[in-house]
């Protein structure tokens, strides 16, 4: 009796102590110029005292359409990235999207996101370095969530003594271009 109330407590504890994603995304996403090309992009942080290792984003389009024969469907487009994986995400993740000829963004409006209920999904899988366990973490933004023409706030900033640190008071802000 004693070896299956220590074997109950040692998985009541062991699912008690999984660790948590601790990872923020931007309230909003953005639609700036990177590099000449028009770009969406959000931002992801680490909170978390530790790594992820492995990480890695999948990005979703999810709107409405209508097939030649007329049918309403709901299609799922994926999203390339810039940078879709990273060895070990420590700071702080700008993903980016270019919109160019293939993207599923491209020719589309503020108005005709809305129109097409377009919303962007966000997954981030990795690995806890801690514990060894992956972390999964999701954001979805409404198309009235895409700020078109705004840029991010620079949240990096250094000590006198060159250490990087953010400053997560600035993590959703953004300015129009």
């Known amino acids: 009796m004693y070896l299956y109330h220590q074997k109950r407590g040692m998985e009541r504890d062991a699912r008690f102590s999984r660790p948590t994603a601790r990872v923020i995304f931007s309230r909003v996403a953005v639609i700036a110029p990177h590099n000449g090309v028009p770009t969406l992009m959000f ?5 978390r005292r530790n790594q992820i290792l492995e990480a890695q984003l999948r990005v979703y389009l999810m709107r409405d359409e209508v097939t030649t024969e007329g049918q309403f469907i709901r299609r799922f487009h994926e999203l390339n990235l810039l940078r879709n994986q990273t060895p070990s995400f420590t700071l702080s993740w700008t993903a ?14 503020p108005e005709s996101l809305v129109a097409t209920k377009t919303s962007i999904v966000v997954s981030l899988s990795g690995i806890d370095e801690t514990v060894a366990q992956v972390l999964h973490a999701r954001q979805t933004y ?8 705004n840029q991010f706030v620079d949240i990096f900033y250094h000590t006198s003594n060159g250490h990087r640190y953010i400053d997560y008071n600035y993590f959703h802000d953004v300015v129009p271009l």
Do not use: Q, V
Request: proline share 7%; aromatic share 8%.
């Open 43 to 47: 931002r992801a942080a680490n909170k």
């Open 96 to 109: 980016m999207h270019p919109i160019d000829e293939l993207s599923p963004l491209y020719g589309m409006t």
């Open 142 to 149: 409404a198309a009235h969530e895409i700020l078109w023409n």
